[in-house]
């Protein structure tokens, strides 16, 4: 096989998107950290650094584009830069979700903690260990690794539900508590969204490998 | 939809040399048809098939049918003239006559003897240069020389005098392949036009140009049709890994 031009270009974007990735692993683990240690020095970090994240994001669409205009990249390789201009914004609203939830660590951190928190962490493990194997599939264009994490997706519903039903409850029963009880709640929905756009990702892997649009099909 | 051409495989020599393999295709009726392929892969050679035109290159022989409109082209018989009428053809490098624009067009009106009268060759002249696009420019001085006409003119002009003849099928033998980008991208815009009356097959070594203005795409090599798909599916998810091997550049 010839070394071919756009061969660096795409190693390049890859490379480019995993650093982004890896920045939004980053935002989430630390937020959660910023939540769970209630440190809330971290959660201004985790804010701070979301700008770094932001230029990441315009810097992949501006190379995207570079490739799509002077390479016009065929079959595979289309594919490969259309998912990755695809998988770029939803990896900057997970950082952006990341942000959220340092946000809220920022106002609970003020106030006495209402409870142990037991599935929040549970659901940011899940949706961290999912962003991580979706990346890794996507690297390894592993569609069934896509799919399987896809599935994971159930157990972090499963305890968002858990999590809402409780919190309302505590709600309901102590309303002092109603604005700290609020803020987590805020917390599990913007986990439940990241494990949405995790999904979005592995679809996107799906599409990658085998040109299949699994996206609103029906298929789990 | 219909099918213009049916190929059914065919083989094709030159001398003991065989330069197509059992080559089966159909080709429908009103689309355009891309042929792909490295130099020497046979598309050039299987283009000429489809209206005999291999026929003038001596020790050549085709094996296998070419039906069209129901019709194997190969049976004896077969009228040679008529069949070109049918399936005309534009070339790589344009070919005017040393003539009057206007008789470049008019040329195979006459020797086919389509025309009534002086008005209604004008006519009929007329007609084919709007259908090339190239009216506009040269309705002023249809009696100066066609050399005096562009690249791209030039061009369009040998597809108007195709398409005088009232043809039905137009091979074209990499037409833009020697034009400029704005040229180029005339042809194209004609090639897309024209297929709302005739049924277009075009050879071309730009990879875009195939994914621009083609319904279905045929890739060949070494003399083998590899794929032959619609066009979005080819440039988006070939069957073949040898068909993404070359429409992504891994080889030429």
């Known amino acids: 096989m010839e070394h071919r031009i756009i061969d660096q270009k795409l190693d390049l974007l890859r490379d480019k998107l995993l650093l982004l990735g890896g920045a939004t692993e980053n935002a989430l683990h630390r937020a959660m950290r910023a939540l769970t240690e209630r440190d809330s020095e971290l959660a201004q970090k985790v804010l701070a650094e979301d700008e770094i994240i932001d230029q990441m994001e315009v810097e992949i669409d501006r190379f995207s584009i570079e490739i799509l205009a002077l390479q016009q990249p065929a079959a595979h390789d289309l594919r490969f830069v259309i998912s990755v201009a695809k998988i770029t914004p939803i990896l900057e609203r997970i950082a952006d979700h990341a942000g959220s939830i340092a946000d809220a660590a920022l106002v609970l951190n003020d106030s006495p903690q209402i409870k142990e928190l037991v599935d929040l962490p549970l659901m940011a493990n899940t949706a961290a260990e999912m962003l991580r194997r979706a990346l890794d599939a996507f690297t390894a264009e592993d569609a069934a690794v896509s799919r399987e994490v896809i599935k994971q997706d159930q157990k972090i519903n499963e305890a968002y539900r858990r999590v809402f039903d409780e919190l309302l409850k505590m709600m309901v029963d102590d309303s002092t508590i109603t604005n700290s009880a609020a803020h987590l709640l805020f917390v599990g929905k913007h986990l439940e969204r990241i494990g949405d756009y995790v999904k979005d990702i592995c679809e996107l892997n799906v599409y990658l490998t085998e040109a299949a649009f699994i996206k609103h099909s029906g298929e789990k | ?252």
């Not at chain 2, 490295?38 to 003038?56: A, E, I, Y």
């Not at chain 2, 083609?214 to 080819?234: H, I, Q, W």
Request: proline residues 4%.
């Open chain 2, 1 to 252: 939809m219909d099918n213009k051409i049916t190929v059914s495989n065919l083989d094709f020599f030159y001398g003991k040399a065989q330069a197509l393999y059992d080559i089966s295709i159909k080709i429908p009726e009103r689309e355009v048809i891309a042929f792909i392929g490295p130099s020497g892969c046979g598309k050039s050679t299987f283009l000429r098939t489809l209206n005999r035109m291999n026929d003038t290159i001596p020790d050549t022989h085709a094996k296998g049918e070419v039906i069209i409109d129901g019709e194997n082209i190969y049976a004896g018989g077969t009228d040679v003239v008529a069949l070109r009428r049918k399936v005309g053809m534009v070339f790589q490098k344009s070919n005017p006559f040393p003539k009057s624009i206007f008789e470049n067009v008019a040329y195979g009106i006459r020797i086919n003897g389509i025309h009534k009268d002086k008005a209604d060759m004008e006519v009929r002249v007329e007609k084919a240069l709007r259908d090339a696009a190239l009216w506009e420019e040269v309705k002023d001085r249809l009696s100066t020389s066609a050399f005096g006409l562009s690249g791209g003119q030039q061009q369009r002009l040998c597809i108007a005098r195709a398409l005088a003849v009232q043809p039905e099928v137009i091979l074209m033998d990499e037409p833009a392949s020697a034009l400029d980008p704005i040229a180029t991208q005339k042809i194209e815009e004609l090639v897309v036009e024209l297929k709302k009356d005739y049924t277009i097959v075009i050879v071309t070594h730009n990879m875009q140009q195939a994914a621009r203005v083609s319904d279905r795409t045929a890739f060949f090599m070494l003399g083998k049709l590899v794929e032959f798909n619609p066009t979005k599916k080819m440039f988006t998810n070939p069957d073949e890994k040898l068909t993404e091997d070359y429409i992504t550049g891994r080889f030429g």
